[in-house]
């Protein structure tokens, strides 16, 4: 079991500033561990990188919503994400993990808690893929409570599992732009299925860690061009987040870089607000 490193200490300032409203659609909470213990079958320890910290990272980029994605490190225990939650329930909706067993009266749970989504790792890192019979059972589930999925895959995954993918009944987004590699080009065959899947209309992107698509490992502007054509295939359902404090990355980002790369992945004003306020309020704030 390895530990990752702390995120970046002193992120810039970033030029571009948000629009008011603007939603970190994903980002992740880590402890403090002395209240909220990792998962003992973990398969990475993190920092501690509470609320409190996340809260003034998102003050410093000029960022006044966001989502809290459950990750792996705490595996089916969403206590430290709810318990962010509970912090600003106006401004933060959560992505939980549940089991299979999870009670009808569990999900209603979260939800008031503000859950609006349930999230699948498929990546072989973290595990490999989970059932796909138990994920079309949990969509019936959390169909009547207006959630929908969240889908962590590796790049071949979108052509391993494609099948799957376009049998979904309801909504999902796939996170960090299902991790192609930008040094495969843009003609690659599993950037060309994510495009397909997001013209479908149940499929959202998050343009978001384009330090694990970038092959370059510099600015990860190699990344954009990636992030710029999900924007223009469906403006309507492409999200925007920071991925802090970066779990699992080869090169930790500065979060003020990251925001400015937004200029260049939605050049038009109103993709931008799509992109950072509309599109995360219609998915997350609706109910």
């Known amino acids: 079991m390895k530990s990752i490193p702390p995120p970046h200490p002193s992120p810039r300032r970033p030029v571009f500033a948000p629009p008011p409203g603007a939603c970190d659609a994903h980002c992740h909470v880590f402890g403090p561990a002395s ?24 003050r410093h980029l000029g960022i006044s919503r966001a989502v809290l994605v459950q990750a792996s490190a705490h595996g089916f225990d969403n206590g ?24 009808d009266a569990e999900l209603e749970r979260l ?16 595990g ?17 409570l207006g959630w929908h999925l969240v889908l962590h895959l590796d790049a071949e995954d979108l052509v391993e599992h494609e099948r799957f993918l376009h049998g979904l009944a ?37 343009v978001s860690g384009a330090e694990r698509v970038s092959t370059a490992l510099g600015d990860f502007s ?15 359902r492409v999200l925007w987040g920071t991925d802090w404090p970066h779990p699992n990355v080869r090169v ?20 931008r607000a799509k992109l950072l306020v509309e599109n995360p309020a219609r998915l997350y704030w609706r109910n």
């Open 80 to 103: 430290a994400m709810l318990d962010a939650i509970a912090h600003d329930p106006v401004n933060r909706r959560g992505v939980a993990m549940v089991e299979p067993a999870t009670s």
């Open 35 to 58: 209240r909220f213990p990792y998962a003992e079958n973990r398969r990475y320890t993190p920092p501690d990188a509470p609320s409190e910290k996340l809260a003034a990272l998102h």
């Open 222 to 236: 190699d990344a954009v061009p990636f992030a710029a054509a999900l924007v223009g295939a469906a403006p309507e």
């Open 252 to 271: 930790m980002p500065d979060d003020g870089a990251l925001v400015d790369l937004i200029p260049a992945i939605a050049p038009d004003e109103g993709a």
């Open 170 to 206: 309801v909504p999902f987004v796939i996170d960090h732009m299902g991790r192609v590699a930008a040094g495969e080009g843009l003609g690659q065959r599993a950037f060309r299925r994510l495009l397909a899947l997001l013209r479908e209309g149940l499929a959202w992107v998050k």
């Open 128 to 144: 490999g893929a989970p059932d796909a019979a138990a994920i079309e059972t949990m969509a019936r589930r959390i169909e009547p």
């Open 111 to 126: 939800h008031l808690g503000g859950v609006r989504a349930v999230r699948y790792n498929f990546v072989r890192h973290l």
